[in-house]
T-cell receptor, first 112, second 112 residues
Framework: DQQVKQNSPSLSVQEGRISILNCDYT??????FLWYKKYPAEGPTFLIS?????DKNEDGRFTVFLNKSAKHLSLHIVPSQPGDSAVYFC???????????FGTGTRLKVLA | ETGVTQTPRHLVMGMTNKKSLKCEQH?????MYWYKQSAKKPLELMFV???????ENNSVPSRFSPECPNSSHLFLHLHTLQPEDSALYLC???????????FGPGTRLTVT
């Protein structure tokens, strides 16, 4: 049973518009969440993280929102650029543990 | 440049072969990880090393044997693998106590 789910395998967005990638989790003990981006033939690259004591974290064009009651987080990319086209993974862990549970990823395609 | 390198990038081996995957990190980290990513599945943590000591074995079959001679190098020794072991094997590293992990590009393994 997957504890971290990314229910949209793919997403296409027009350049300049907002991309919203979603992630749901089932384990209420998770309290730290990360997003990774992966290009073909490369390893995942850390993008942004959020702790459960926050509901929002922002870094440039990237914002992660956390809704603990719904066990849901989302990654917003504004404005989307063609170079953002990649597979995005969310990952979750409990306090003080490095044992991450990853989602299956969402492939984002930003159309020029 | 992630600072984590993996060799070889591609490997084809028979079920009776013995081979090794190598990972090296140039980031001064003291924790290293092996992950497996099978097709259509999320990343699965296999092993964790902290300061050269194995601290996690996620129920990995004994045909996978990790070795960590120092904090910068990590090996995964493979023997008598099965076709279902074909996957992308990713190495990662992190600072102690840090949540963010930095990944290498991975080794694409095919077992014939």
């Amino acid at each position: 049973d997957q504890q971290v789910k990314q229910n949209s395998p793919s997403l296409s967005v027009q350049e300049g518009r907002i991309s919203i990638l979603n992630c749901d989790y089932t384990n209420s003990m998770f309290d730290y969440f990360l997003w990774y981006k992966k290009y073909p033939a490369e390893g995942p690259t850390f993008l942004i993280s959020i702790s459960s004591i926050k509901d929002k974290n922002e870094d440039g064009r990237f914002t992660v929102f956390l809704n603990k009651s719904a066990k849901h987080l989302s990654l917003h990319i504004v404005p989307s650029q063609p170079g953002d086209s990649a597979v995005y993974f969310c990952a979750a862990s409990g306090t003080g543990t490095y044992k991450y549970i990853f989602g299956t990823g969402t492939r984002l395609k930003v159309l020029a | 440049e992630t600072g984590v390198t993996q060799t070889p990038r591609h490997l084809v081996m028979g079920m009776t072969n013995k081979k090794s995957l190598k990972c090296e990190q140039h980031l001064g980290h003291n924790a290293m990880y092996w992950y497996k990513q099978s097709a259509k599945k999320p990343l699965e943590l296999m092993f964790v090393y902290n300061f050269k000591e194995q601290t996690e074995n996620n129920s990995v079959p004994s045909r996978f044997s990790p070795e960590c001679p120092n904090s910068s190098h990590l090996f995964l020794h493979l023997h008598t693998l099965q076709p279902e072991d074909s996957a992308l094997y990713l190495c990662a590293s992190s600072r102690e106590g840090a949540y963010e992990q930095y990944f290498g590009p991975g080794t694409r393994l095919t077992v014939t």
